[in-house]
T-cell receptor, first 112, second 110 residues
Framework: ETGVTQSPTHLIKTRGQQVTLRCSSQSGHNTVSWYQQALGQGPQFIFQ???????GRGNFPPRFSGLQFPNYSSELNVNALELDDSALYLC???????????FGSGTRLTVV | DQQVKQNSPSLSVQEGRISILNCDYT??????FLWYKKYPAEGPTFLIS?????DKNEDGRFTVFLNKSAKHLSLHIVPSQPGDSAVYFC?????????FGTGTSLTVIP
């Protein structure tokens, strides 16, 4: 399978709810990273997983958590949603060389 | 704390001319620099990268220049084509983490 796919493409949630975003990486890509892109900003690094273990985290609170599965899929979970969590969430995968990430098209999350 | 900055939010260039996109960074420990292109409703697409030990990398119409003393990175597109119209992000990596600029929207006018 080629390319990185994310689901859903759009999502509306209420403040305080929980959300799970999904990403399917390219076959053979053991590294997946998640980014939050607010309007008018560049992507901000949330965390990275390598072979199902978290191996890097940006400046995001613990209510942002993730999982990576052996079948090259991964999840981003956000608890206790806040209005400021409204953003485009991107996942990117790469092989063990680590560079030239392939990005998915993102999930647009709106918290109301 | 924005460690990677793109101070020009937009740029317009005539088709066939050179496009120059600029990027500044603050952390001298960054070891790799990359440029991504993003079309609306799509994720960023990797364009070109440069190691911190080099000062130039060229790939077809795209050339990236790195000036470490000035902590400055630039992307040159020659000749510019209408299909190059997109938002361009520069990014810098430090270990596992990538830091992105806020993007420059390039419009190439036919």
């Amino acid at each position: 399978e080629t390319g990185v796919t994310q689901s859903p493409t759009h999502l509306i949630k209420t403040r305080g709810q929980q959300v799970t975003l999904r990403c399917s990486s390219q076959s053979g890509h053991n590294t997946v990273s998640w980014y939050q892109q607010a309007l008018g900003q560049g992507p901000q690094f949330i965390f990275q997983y390598y072979r199902e273990e978290e191996n890097g985290r940006g400046n995001f609170p613990p209510r942002f958590s993730g999982l990576q599965f052996p079948n090259y899929s991964s999840e981003l979970n956000v608890n206790a949603l806040e209005l400021d969590d409204s953003a485009l969430y991107l996942c990117a995968s790469s092989d063990d060389r680590g560079l030239g990430y392939t990005f998915g098209s993102g999930t647009r999350l709106t918290v109301v | 704390d924005q460690q990677v900055k793109q101070n020009s939010p937009s740029l317009s260039v005539q088709e066939g001319r050179i496009s120059i996109l600029n990027c500044d960074y603050t952390n001298s420990m960054f070891d790799y620099f990359l440029w991504y292109k993003k079309y609306p409703a799509e994720g960023p697409t990797f364009l070109i990268s440069i190691s911190s030990i080099k000062d130039k990398n060229e790939d077809g119409r795209f050339t990236v220049f790195l000036n470490k003393s000035a902590k400055h990175l630039s992307l040159h597109i020659v000749p510019s084509q209408p299909g190059d119209s997109a938002v361009y992000f520069c990014a810098a990596s430090l270990g596992n983490q990538f830091y992105f600029g806020t993007g420059t929207s390039l419009t190439v006018i036919p």
